[in-house]
């Protein structure tokens, strides 16, 4: 299957600590997104690291990406309580549609 | 910041009926599509749409599901004949192109059939 599989999936951690996330797949991708759900609400797309890359930053957010190993990590550094959420990586094999994991709930306790 | 609006909210529907789940995408944008999320599943890929017409869809998009962009700014899911197992959050996401781009989703429409 040409999905995206987080690990792991349920995640508590104290407000300030860093959190990571883990995201396989099984074929080239064109890229690799990670998204963000708040409970109730629609995905808000956080970052998006092409397969020609290996690491990338948005604020407190690093994503790395290993194509060797057909793999992602999401690390959210200095969490905050409104990270709580669940996160979803996405793989796009350029075929104009994203493949989601099952997503990791991230409780950040304040 | 733009966004992509979807409507209702939540759609209660008995079994049987049809129902039409709407969205408007963001304007400059050019490409749309359709997933759905069964409470505790993953978000599955439905189509994807792109000058008026089908450039992708899922095993799940079958005879049941049509798509359709009415006029400018809406895009429309109509699910003909909803099955029990068709209850699900559909979101609806717009993107400027169709790879390499962030796709934006809405907040989802929750459809649930009695």
């Known amino acids: 299957s040409q999905q995206g599989e987080e690990d792991p999936q349920a995640l508590s951690i104290q407000e300030g600590e860093n959190a990571t996330m883990n995201c396989s797949y099984k074929t080239s991708i064109n890229n690799l997104q990670w998204y963000r759900q708040n409970s109730g609400r629609g995905l808000v797309h956080l970052i998006l690291i092409r397969s020609n890359e290996r690491e990338k930053h948005s604020g407190r957010l690093r994503v790395t990406l290993d194509t060797s190993k057909k793999s992602s990590s999401l690390l959210i550094t200095a969490s905050r309580a409104a990270d709580t959420a669940s996160y979803f990586c996405?793989?796009?094999?350029?075929?104009?549609?994203?493949?989601f994991g099952k997503g990791n709930q991230v409780v950040v306790i304040p | 910041e733009p966004e992509v609006t979807q409507t209702p909210s939540h759609q209660v529907t008995q079994m049987g009926q049809e129902v039409i789940l709407r969205c408007v995408p963001i304007?400059?944008?050019?490409?749309f599509y359709w997933y759905r999320q069964i409470l505790g599943q993953k978000v599955e890929f439905l189509v994807s749409?792109?000058?008026?017409?089908?450039?992708?869809k899922s095993e799940i998009f079958d005879d049941q599901f049509s798509v359709e962009r009415p006029d400018g700014s809406n895009f429309t899911l109509k699910i003909r004949s909803t099955k029990l197992e068709d209850s699900a959050m559909y979101f609806c996401a717009s993107s400027e192109r169709a790879v390499g781009q962030p796709q934006h989703f809405g907040d989802g429409t929750r459809l649930s059939i009695l």
């Open positions: 996405a793989t796009d094999y350029g075929n104009n549609r994203l493949a």
């Open positions: 749409f792109y000058n008026n017409e089908i450039s992708e």
């Open positions: 304007s400059n944008h050019l490409y």
